[in-house]
Nanobody, 117 residues
Framework: QVRLVETGGGLVQPGGSLRLSCTSS????????MGWYRQAPGQERELVAT???????NYADSVKGRFTISRGTAKNLAYLQMNSLKPEDTAVYYC???????????WGQGTLVTVSS
């Protein structure tokens, strides 16, 4: 079964940057939107950003102007460039692939981002 894998998380100081990557273990056909979500301790998972096949993007208000989502090719499905990081950005970040024709979504296992001095 194809899996999504997120990489690029880690510990960064406030104001710093990280770039998250989402790769698949195999070629996936039928992906529509790609998305990044996050879940902070004790909170529900929330949308961070999405990108359509045409490149249209949508961001949570809390990250607008600081984060940029982009799509890759082949097994490199998506990226999330995070700048001007704040402590409140601390969370586990998850990659999501939407496959509407197959009626399914794929999730990665998450990568932890910690913003702290």
């Amino acid at each position: 079964q194809v899996r999504l894998v997120e990489t690029g998380g880690g510990l960064v100081q406030p104001g710093g940057s990280l770039r998250l990557s989402c790769t698949s273990s195999g070629i996936i056909f039928g992906i529509n939107n790609m998305g990044w979500y996050r879940q902070a301790p004790g909170q529900e998972r929330e949308l961070v950003a999405t990108i359509t096949t045409g490149g249209g993007t949508n961001y949570a208000d809390s990250v607008k102007g600081r984060f940029t989502i982009s799509r890759g090719t082949a097994k490199n499905l998506a990226y999330l460039q995070m700048n001007s990081l704040k402590p409140e950005d601390t969370a586990v970040y998850y990659c999501n692939a939407n496959l509407p024709l197959r009626g399914m979504q794929l999730w990665g296992q998450g990568t932890l981002v910690t913003v702290s001095s």
